[in-house]
């Protein structure tokens, strides 16, 4: 539990304290006293109904936004309830009542109001560091040609008019459009400072259609192309009237930008992903490794999880485990531990596979045997830099801000 529900919880139950006037003093209390009483109580109750019942059967992770609507009203309710508190007492109200009614859901409330401070820091912090993440993902498209060639495929074809790198010169949505010769397209839209990904999809004839986790999905009809035009004709879901014509878009052709990464010359090489499936009755568990070859020795990203079979898993958080350092038995090498395991050893691929050892917090070993192929596929980390070790480093602390991975979790291990 964070400091900011520890302060919500406390300040939901200091408003119970009104009802103290209310049942056990010999003068009517205000009326406003009865609005943080009777605002508590149905809190209190909603609380309990949240955390009991709601909460255990939610699938993945909960996120509670009604908590800051709660307590900017839970603020409310207390202003009201210390005014009325101070009217009852010019009435003769005992002062014992008025400071213990007034003076703990006080301590609560200040509480609160500071954790809500630092929230609204940390929140604008983390908003900068998305924003880098984007930018860092964008560039790392077009780091070079070959990169970029890597990702989106080829991007050149000497009968395919449409296929290339389109650049948006009047409209509005997408800002660009990456069509490789599989006819395989690539939107982009701009977010802050630079330009976030809206989707991939295949051109379906004429019609493209891109679908992103919180943008609504987007139809479009390529209207004309030519060698060095493309017009994109956006179509809505619902009937388009007469006097308001479809919206138009039209891009240029142009070769992709190029962002060359510059660094240090202790470039560092990338090993593969290596993984290991393991069945119990309703669920699978996965372990996968993504390792390079450092300078002074290897780096690892490490995914340890297991969700239900038969679903789709959300919320799987990767472990960066970082640089790891020479261990007792040879070839072997030990990696920062994890929230779940308090050492994490691994040695260098042989025949395309990789021996993990995993200890966890109780003591107990796991060994596994490690085989090359890829379960959970992720831009961020085909994407990583691999000029020095510093910056994929730091590649990795910014992108890896709020990143989980999503698997459809199969119902029997395939072969």
Not at 70 to 80: D, E, R, W
Not at 296 to 307: D, Q, R, S
Request: glycine fraction near 6%; charge should be neutral; hydrophobic fraction near 45%.
């Amino acid at each position: 539990m964070s400091q900011y529900e520890i302060f919500y919880n406390l300040a939901i139950l200091s408003l119970l304290l009104f009802w103290v006037p209310i049942v056990r003093s010999s003068i009517r209390p205000h009326r406003l006293c009865y609005i943080p009483a009777v605002f508590g109580t149905l809190t209190f109750g909603y609380e309990m109904y949240i955390r009991f019942v709601v909460a255990p059967t939610a699938v993945g992770a909960m996120i509670r936004v009604d908590i800051f609507l709660i307590s900017l009203l839970v603020l409310i309710a207390y202003a009201l309830g210390a005014a009325g508190l101070i009217r009852s007492r010019q009435q003769g109200l005992a002062n014992i009542n008025f400071f213990t009614v007034l003076l703990i859901p006080l301590i609560a409330i200040t509480g609160l109001g500071f954790q809500a401070l630092n929230i609204g820091k940390e929140t604008a912090a983390l908003g900068k560091l998305l924003d880098t993440k984007n930018k860092l993902l964008f560039e790392a498209m077009f780091r070079d040609e070959e990169t970029t060639r890597r990702y989106f495929g080829n991007l050149v074809s000497e009968t395919k008019s449409i296929v290339g790198h389109w650049r948006l010169i009047e409209g509005r949505l997408p800002s660009r459009l990456v069509i490789n010769d599989d006819e395989k397209a690539w939107a982009f839209y701009r977010c802050a400072d630079t330009e976030c990904l809206l989707g991939a999809a295949p051109l379906e004839g004429t019609r493209l259609t891109f679908t992103h986790r919180v943008i609504p999905v987007k139809h479009f009809e390529v209207k004309e192309v030519s060698s060095g035009q493309l017009i994109l004709v956006k179509i809505s879901e619902e009937a388009q009237p007469a006097a308001n014509p479809p919206e138009t878009m039209t891009f240029v052709k142009e070769a992709p930008p190029a962002y060359q990464s510059k660094g240090p010359a202790d470039a560092i090489k990338y090993l593969g992903s290596f993984s290991h499936l393991k069945e119990h009755k309703q669920h699978i568990t996965v372990t996968q490794l993504w390792m390079w070859q450092g300078p002074n020795g290897p780096l690892a990203v490490m995914v340890y999880n297991t969700p239900v079979k038969g679903r789709k898993a959300e919320f799987i958080i990767p472990w960066n485990l970082g640089e790891g350092r020479p261990a007792e038995k040879p070839g072997e090498y030990e990696f920062a531990p994890t929230e779940r395991f308090k050492q994490v050893r691994a040695g260098l691929p042989v025949d395309s596979k990789v021996e993990l050892s995993l200890e966890n917090k109780s003591g107990k070993m796991e060994t596994l045997i490690l085989v090359q192929k890829e379960h959970l596929f992720d831009d961020t980390i085909s994407l990583a830099p691999t000029v020095s070790v510093p910056r994929w480093r730091e590649w990795f602390q910014t992108v890896f801000t709020g990143h989980f991975f999503s698997w459809n979790v199969p119902e029997v291990l395939p072969d």
